[in-house]
């Protein structure tokens, strides 16, 4: 048996489309969550929760690489550090880390940079983390996913009238295409810090919503909202872009067709 690939976050909408591609990869794959799961395609699932640091030694024993997915809006930093801890000692060779485009050019300084765009802050202190780990390490930082888009859209769609933040844009790549390069990182040699990977196109934030409101056959006002703020200022600037690593294939069009296109056609029954 081979040095199985530690997976935080596998339960999670990229870990999601991780497992299989090291499956079919020939790789063994363990999976760290917070709940207990029954062993499905020969994945291992081993419960543990990086916030307590609970659970993670017996995680990470054994396993040469880890792919570390597991994040949420904050704490990010700390969940790192739990992982870095146990993995230092456990001989593992390849640590790999998801971050975000403009994780570095996205400055979290003030009270509401915190509240609005934190997320930014503990991705950058997480990625610090990773490269002053010891460990062998690659990090890429992708755009947001359209999943992320697609609930944020979701929700949005309740209001009768939708705020957007003006000037804001994105360049939303596939969750499937960012785990087909994150596996392709993992299985090579470590990189330090990868290409960012964006998807095909950049939008505006209300053009964006209008295509998910047009899929649904959905008419609603949307009224930009200047945000104050550096972060929000950076986010203006296109700091979240990386308009020179357009390399995502499929574009939030054609996304949309197949996940909402119409309603009796939605995957989750939400869309
Ligand atoms: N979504 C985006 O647009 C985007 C863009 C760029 C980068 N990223 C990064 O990509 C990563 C994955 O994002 P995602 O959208 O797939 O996230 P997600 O769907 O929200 O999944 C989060 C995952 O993290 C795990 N997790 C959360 N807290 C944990 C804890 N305390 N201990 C152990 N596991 C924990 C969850 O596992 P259990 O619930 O099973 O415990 C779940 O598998 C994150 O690091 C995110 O910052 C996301």
Redesign the pocket.
């Known amino acids: 048996m081979t040095s199985p690939i530690l997976v935080?976050?596998?339960?999670?909408?990229?870990?999601r489309h991780i497992i299989p591609r090291l499956r079919d990869a020939g790789c063994d794959v363990r999976v760290?969550?917070?709940?207990s799961h029954s062993p499905e395609h020969d994945v291992e699932f081993v419960i543990?929760?990086?916030?307590t640091g609970e659970g993670i030694e017996a995680a990470v024993a054994g396993a040469e690489t880890v792919v570390h997915?597991?994040?949420?809006s904050k704490g990010?930093e700390e969940?790192t550090t739990n992982l870095v801890r146990a993995a230092s000692p456990a001989g593992v060779r390849h640590l790999v880390y998801?971050?975000?485009?403009g994780a570095d050019r996205i400055p979290v300084v003030s009270r509401i940079d915190r509240a609005m765009f934190g997320?930014f802050g503990s991705?950058l202190a997480a990625e610090r983390v990773v490269a002053d780990s010891g460990l062998p390490w690659t990090t890429l930082?992708?755009?947001?996913?359209h999943?992320?888009l697609l609930t944020v859209a979701q929700q949005m769609a309740k209001l009768p009238l939708i705020p957007v933040p003006a000037g804001f844009r994105f360049q939303p790549v596939d969750?499937d295409d960012v785990a087909a390069r994150l596996v392709e990182l993992t299985l090579g040699e470590p990189a330090g810090l990868a290409p960012d990977i964006a998807g095909p196109r950049v939008y505006g934030a209300a053009d964006l919503l209008r295509g998910y409101l047009r899929s649904r056959g959905k008419h609603r006002m949307v009224a930009a909202v200047w945000l104050p703020g550096e972060a929000a200022r950076a986010l203006r600037a296109g700091a979240n872009l990386a308009p020179e690593r357009a390399v995502g294939h499929r574009t939030w069009e054609d996304f949309l067709a197949e996940r909402v296109s119409s309603p009796g056609h939605s995957r989750s029954g939400q869309a």
């Open positions: 935080t976050g596998g339960t999670g909408t990229l870990g760290l969550s917070r709940h543990g929760d990086l916030d997915c597991a994040g949420s990010d969940k998801i971050s975000v485009v997320y991705k930082r992708a755009a947001q996913f999943d992320l969750t």
